[in-house]
């Protein structure tokens, strides 16, 4: 049985609607942390046997908790538990600043850099183009119906880098008057095509028909080893308006052909030439 | 001077967050008959040169607007404004079933449509087409800031239409599983543009990549004599969320290569073969 504490983590994951992969995939490694101090022996081993449905189970678009179940040994002992999670959210923060050294290069003084949603890896990006003195300005969208762009606003603000607030209804628009694209992902599929809050996919296809180049910022553990695009399941979650029940998917789907390039730690992915 | 009476109805005009480019030329229309009411003579004259400025400056996006200023005549004749102003609301009236007529013979039984925001064109196609006795869905984007799209869901769900309302971050998830895409226009340009609210681009884009036909639901009096693409002035307006200015641009501009066809009242117009 996995014990009351950590299944508590588990609900904090399910219920939060701002942060994404990134984060899940950090709060995930640190519910097998917690594990690791309150169980040990067959119960350990059989809360891990739980443990391997449970998390993937948390979000089943996010590539970054299936990687994280995958990485996370069925063992008795507890120490192995311990040094694998910490290995886990090591390798997060690494991955975090040298996607933020690789991206921030993309970046001109003078851009007019758009994005959709909140990313951390997107947000350590701008952050490190930032410190590294470059001048731009960001156009957002407030993402509707949780707003995870405005809490990006905000940590922008902090930071005192420039940026505009759009609805996510003129992503054509702003996308006309930007000179790079940068988003996140929750999923990159086998195949290529990446998984991320609605809407990525009508900034990809303006992108596209503007000549902006469009980016991913997305870790590697956010690479799905075997899942192909067509097999891709997307969460919904509930949310009316004035009484009207209005329909939720919380992410769409990007053909790898409209991506320039996918930022990960390993180095910038590009798609093959022939899709 | 243009009376305070007919003033009134300007600022009602103005203020209107909902209703599209035809209600507007209604309106509009109103207005310069309860003008012919009350000025006569050299006064009524003055009062129509100033309208001749100040409908079209109601909202400089709208075709219908700067064509009925085109229509009306600057005289002293109240009974000449008033028998213009009447043939241009029945104009507006036959367009608008027309439009029903010719559109709904597009939708057939099993049809899954997604429109964007509110448009009484798309409407009267949707409403002709269910009194034909045609089976069909409509998927209708919530439309943010001002959320039209439950208006035009308040509708259907009056005319036992079935729908499905879907945030418009979505609109390429669900232009996916849709066969037919419908949407109004605020301004057809001279080259073959289509002005409507923002996100009917984003919309063709995904409808393009999809192959799922895009039609546009205009009566003539919203085709611009002159005006092209390049020169479309987008009015904006304030908007803003948890603090933060939002930028709310209300239309966007898709490109006649996007669009299959627009319904007028005078039969449909398809784009030249070469753009």
Chains 1, 2 share one sequence.
């Not at 002992?77 to 040094?83: A, F, Y």
């Not at 003084?109 to 001048?135: M, P, Y």
């Not at 940026?163 to 992902?185: H, N, P, Y």
Request: charged share 30%; glycine share 6%.
């Amino acid at each position: 049985m996995i014990p009351e504490e950590v299944r508590r983590i588990l609900e904090e994951m399910k219920a939060e609607r701002i942060r994404g992969a990134s984060w899940m995939a950090q709060k995930g490694a640190e519910a097998y942390l917690l594990l690791s101090r309150i169980l040990s022996g067959e119960e350990l081993k059989r809360a891990l046997k739980e443990m391997k449905r449970a998390i993937p189970e948390v979000n089943r678009t996010m590539a970054s908790l299936y990687n994280l179940s995958r990485f996370m040994p069925v063992t008795d002992d507890p120490e192995l538990v311990r040094s694998r999670a910490e290995e886990f959210l090591r390798l997060i923060k690494e991955a975090k600043r040298e996607i933020g050294n690789i991206g921030s290069e993309l970046i001109d003084s003078g851009d007019v850099i758009i994005t959709h949603s909140f990313s951390s890896a997107v947000l350590e990006v701008l952050k490190t183009a930032w410190e590294k003195g470059k001048q731009f300005k960001v156009v957002i969208t407030e993402s509707a119906p949780d707003y995870e762009g405005l809490a990006l606003a905000g940590e922008l603000e902090r930071l005192s880098i420039p940026f505009e607030v759009i609805t996510d209804a003129q992503l054509g628009l702003f996308a006309k008057k930007s000179t790079l694209a940068l988003v996140g992902a929750d999923n990159v599929t086998r195949d290529g095509f990446i998984v991320n809050k609605a809407g990525t996919y009508l900034l990809a296809l303006a992108c596209h028909d503007t000549g902006v180049p469009f980016y991913v910022a997305a870790e590697s553990f956010k690479l799905h080893p075997e899942l192909n695009s067509e097999d891709v399941e997307i969460v919904e979650r509930p949310y009316s308006r004035q009484g009207f029940r209005v329909r939720n998917f919380i992410f769409d789907i990007t053909p790898w052909k409209y991506v320039r390039g996918i930022i990960t730690e390993l180095g910038i992915l590009v798609p093959p030439k022939e899709i």
